[in-house]
């Protein structure tokens, strides 16, 4: 099951197995075990990122604040990814949902700042590296 979230999240490391590709009822039923789990919203939140926008753990670890809203400070329709190669990405309609939920929750922290703090947080840090990405599901 370690193997299988590894190749979900583009990290494999030499399983010699080939990434799976999951159906929308497949998707559905992970996404909402992780949902009614600790820290929910933000593992949806990982999972949606990884399999609605095809970011990888890296990726996802890096993606800020900055990245996802626009100069109103709302939540966009698209991201202006910089990690490893510039590019722009349409958000998925449901990725969006969460990430304005926890904008929401994210902004009532006092350290918050939206030019400089991570989407994905942990409780004791604010802000993430990708393999604590791929341990976290």
């Known amino acids: 099951e370690t193997g299988y ?3 979900l999240f583009g990290e494999n490391r030499g399983l010699g197995k080939q990434s799976k590709t999951l159906n929308k009822s497949q998707i559905q039923m992970v996404s909402n075990h992780l949902r009614n ?13 990884s399999v609605k926008i095809d970011l990888r ?20 329709t698209q991201t202006d990814f910089e990690g490893d190669i510039g590019r722009v990405v349409p958000l998925h309609k449901s990725v969006r949902e969460n990430l304005i939920e926890l904008f929401d929750r994210h902004k ?10 991570f ?3 942990t409780e004791r840090s604010p802000f993430t590296t990708f393999q604590t990405i791929i341990n976290m599901l």
């Open 119 to 121: 989407i994905v947080r």
């Open 57 to 76: 753990a890296k990726e996802i670890s890096q993606l800020s604040w900055k990245d996802v809203c626009n100069s109103d400070g709302e939540v966009d």
């Open 108 to 117: 009532k922290y006092r350290a918050f700042n939206i030019n400089t703090s």
């Open 5 to 7: 979230f590894y190749t």
């Open 37 to 49: 789990g600790r820290n929910g919203l933000r593992n949806q939140t990982i999972f949606l990122l």
